[in-house]
């Protein structure tokens, strides 16, 4: 809505705000009546997919049988979903500092309200993730979220060859990082046993 003008930035973090604090609610005090809706609501969408062609084969029997057990789930416990839920709000605020910095640091000064309603469409590109490291996917999703922001084509280009080389980088240090710690582990352990 944001996007298409219709909110205002603080509207937009009030109406997260509040969405949030009434799904941390409903998880918590009304967990029942979320995993019945829940359930319903896979139960409906599995109906769905057993009417569409290309994927009537993906909607087994076996699924509906496990939506019927959805409630003895461990993890929709009350103590795993208040933790659950707090560590997703805590992903959402680390990776939106990340690409804050990112934009910062590249002298791109990227909105922090671009970024927050950024990423949920970019992430949801994810999904459809074809490619080896979703190379190009997220990407995509970035450009199309700054073209309807009409962000300049340049600030567009900076940030995605940017968000890309920071993963590359960032992921291949800590390969390096865990590769060569173990070693030297393996090697201590070795020399330890004779």
Same mark, same amino acid.
């Given at each position: 809505?944001?996007?298409?003008?219709?909110?205002?930035?603080?509207?937009?973090?009030? =109406?997260? +705000?509040?969405?949030? @604090?009434?799904? &941390?609610?409903? &998880? =918590?005090? !009304?967990? @029942?009546?979320? %995993? *019945?809706? /829940? !359930?319903?609501?896979?139960?409906?969408?599995?109906?769905?997919?057993?009417?569409?062609?290309?994927? $009537?084969?993906?909607? $087994?029997?076996?699924? &509906?049988? $496990?939506?019927?057990?959805?409630?003895?789930?461990?993890?929709?416990? $009350?103590?795993?979903?208040?933790?659950?839920?707090?560590?997703?709000?805590? !992903?959402?605020?680390?990776?939106?500092?990340?690409?804050?910095?990112? *934009?910062?640091?590249?002298?791109?000064? %990227?909105?922090?309200?671009?970024?927050?309603?950024?990423?949920?469409? +970019?992430?949801? *590109?994810?999904?459809?993730?074809?490619?080896?490291?979703?190379?190009?996917?997220?990407?995509?999703?970035?450009? =199309?979220?700054? /073209?309807?922001?009409?962000?300049?084509?340049?600030?567009?280009? @900076?940030?995605?060859?940017?968000?890309? +080389?920071?993963?590359? =980088?960032? @992921?291949?240090?800590?390969?390096?990082?865990?590769?060569?710690?173990?070693?030297?582990?393996?090697? +201590?352990?070795?020399?330890?046993?004779?």
């Amino acid at each position: 809505l944001y996007i298409f003008n219709f909110l205002t930035s603080r509207a937009v973090f009030v =109406i997260t +705000a509040l969405a949030f @604090t009434i799904l &941390f609610l409903l &998880f =918590i005090f !009304k967990n @029942t009546l979320v %995993i *019945s809706i /829940l !359930k319903r609501l896979l139960r409906s969408l599995l109906l769905m997919a057993q009417k569409i062609p290309g994927i $009537k084969r993906l909607a $087994k029997e076996s699924y &509906f049988e $496990k939506i019927n057990n959805l409630d003895k789930f461990i993890l929709l416990k $009350k103590n795993a979903l208040f933790i659950l839920l707090l560590l997703t709000l805590l !992903k959402y605020i680390f990776l939106l500092t990340r690409l804050y910095f990112l *934009s910062q640091a590249l002298s791109l000064n %990227i909105p922090l309200i671009v970024l927050f309603v950024g990423i949920p469409v +970019a992430q949801l *590109s994810l999904l459809f993730s074809i490619t080896p490291g979703a190379l190009g996917i997220l990407e995509g999703g970035w450009y =199309i979220v700054f /073209l309807l922001l009409s962000l300049p084509q340049e600030k567009i280009t @900076t940030f995605l060859i940017g968000q890309r +080389a920071y993963l590359f =980088i960032f @992921t291949g240090a800590i390969f390096i990082a865990t590769y060569l710690i173990s070693g030297i582990k393996k090697a +201590a352990s070795h020399r330890d046993s004779f």
